[in-house]
């Protein structure tokens, strides 16, 4: 029975990190990332302070996948030469302040 109970629990955490898309994510870096490199650009395009565009309900994003690949066509479109890493940290932060996409 304990071994059952184990097994149960391993499986479900190992599905709550998977349900999470950005999981390991450094959301600090993620931050300084956006606000070094996209801050600018966006208010400039859409006034305010930049974030209209996360915001506005027509956004093409809908889903963590989506939102990681927006963000590596920002990077090769204004050649920020971001690893994927810095990519991933930046769709994350993204997310959790402005999208909130459960995957």
């Known amino acids: 029975m304990k071994k059952l109970l184990l097994?149960?629990?391993?499986?479900?955490?190992?599905?709550?990190?998977?349900n999470d898309f950005f999981a390991k994510?450094?959301?600090?870096a993620g931050k300084a990332l956006i606000e070094k490199n996209c801050i600018s650009c966006h208010a400039s395009s859409y006034g305010g302070d930049g974030s209209e565009i996360y915001t506005r309900p027509f956004h093409k994003v809908e889903t963590?996948?989506?939102?990681?690949?927006?963000?590596?066509?920002?990077?090769?479109?204004?050649d920020l030469k971001w690893f994927e890493e810095?990519?991933?940290n930046a769709a994350a932060y993204l997310n959790k302040h402005y999208y909130q996409f459960e995957q």
């Open 64 to 78: 963590s996948k989506g939102l990681l690949a927006q963000v590596r066509t920002c990077n090769t479109n204004l």
């Open 86 to 88: 810095e990519e991933f």
């Open 7 to 18: 097994l149960a629990c391993s499986i479900i955490s190992v599905n709550a990190v998977a």
């Open 25 to 28: 994510a450094d959301l600090d």
